[in-house]
């Protein structure tokens, strides 16, 4: 059993950063992939941002690409994603998630069994 507690959301202005954590329970968070979602009003939920469990590699949506970044501390079990140049279509929940997806499936939602609760991200213009 993982549990993940997301932190570091809130509020911030176009062009700002934010630097979101996932803290996550349980001794096999060193093994498992870590990945970032995120679910605007209205919209589904979409990939943002992945980890192998090494560390070594990581995937981006297109849209974050150049202005996100994802890492993680095995030995605090944690994972973090550093939002910079924040646009007002960022604006959503963010959740993290745990899981073993395969090659090419690093995106996709259905390779995470772990999810946390999320954390609210707004960006105002």
């Known amino acids: 059993q993982v549990q993940l507690v997301e932190s570091g959301g809130g509020l911030v202005q176009a062009g700002g950063s934010l630097r979101l954590s996932c803290a996550a329970s349980?001794?096999?968070?060193?093994?498992?992939?870590m990945a970032w979602f995120r679910q605007a009003p209205g919209k589904e939920r979409e990939f943002v941002s992945a980890?192998?469990?090494?560390?070594?590699?990581?995937y981006y949506a297109d849209s974050v690409k150049g202005r996100f970044t994802i890492s993680r501390d095995n030995g605090k079990n944690t994972v973090y994603l550093q939002m910079n140049s924040l646009k007002p279509e960022d604006t959503a929940v963010y959740y993290c998630?745990?899981?073993?997806?395969?090659?090419?499936?690093?995106?996709?939602?259905?390779?995470?069994?772990?999810w946390g609760q999320g954390t609210q991200v707004t960006v105002s213009s």
């Open positions: 998630a745990a899981g073993y997806p395969t090659v090419g499936t690093y995106d996709a939602s259905y390779e995470y069994e772990y």
């Open positions: 349980g001794r096999t968070f060193s093994r498992r992939a």
């Open positions: 980890i192998r469990s090494s560390g070594i590699s990581t």
